[in-house]
């Protein structure tokens, strides 16, 4: 069995990141299990299969201020390292009006109320795309 370290046959991360592809679904889960230990607010998930090369989930929560979004990050990174997911990639730590976890299958945003309700990211990821839409 591969440590999750180890490349994966479709090119290796970078020094000291994981390949986060090996089990998405528990990947979710751990991600969806921390954001409601963390007490974050308003946990959605969007599934982007077939939207975007960028993931397979996208989790969006917010918490109740700067404060909490920078802990319920802090929070999510040290899980996602724990439980051998390695290192994930983080953008907007130091203000944390929105911060962004980049886990490999599922991406995961974490907002300020009013950040989030100005960038609707849940809309604009829910919506079908234009082929979608003239399926019959």
């Known amino acids: 069995m591969r440590s999750p ?13 994981a ?11 751990v991600v969806l299990d921390t954001l409601d230990s963390a007490k974050a607010e308003d946990v959605v998930t969007i599934d982007i299969k077939g939207k975007t090369s960028i993931g397979d989930q996208m989790v969006v929560a917010s918490g109740r201020s700067q ?3 920078g802990a319920v990050a802090d929070h999510l990174i040290r ?13 907007g730590l130091p203000h ?3 911060v962004l976890i980049d886990a490999g299958d599922v991406i995961v945003h974490i907002f300020r ?3 989030r309700e100005f960038y609707n ?16």
């Open 113 to 115: 109320p009013e950040v």
């Open 121 to 136: 990211l849940e809309k604009m990821w829910s919506a079908d795309r234009p082929m979608e839409r003239m399926v019959v």
């Open 5 to 17: 370290r180890e490349g994966t046959s479709k090119g290796t991360p970078p020094s000291g990141f």
């Open 67 to 69: 404060r909490h979004v």
């Open 79 to 91: 899980k996602l390292k724990d439980e051998g997911f390695g290192r994930a990639r983080v953008e």
């Open 96 to 98: 944390c009006d929105w």
């Open 19 to 29: 390949s986060f592809r090996a089990n998405p679904n528990r990947l979710l889960d």
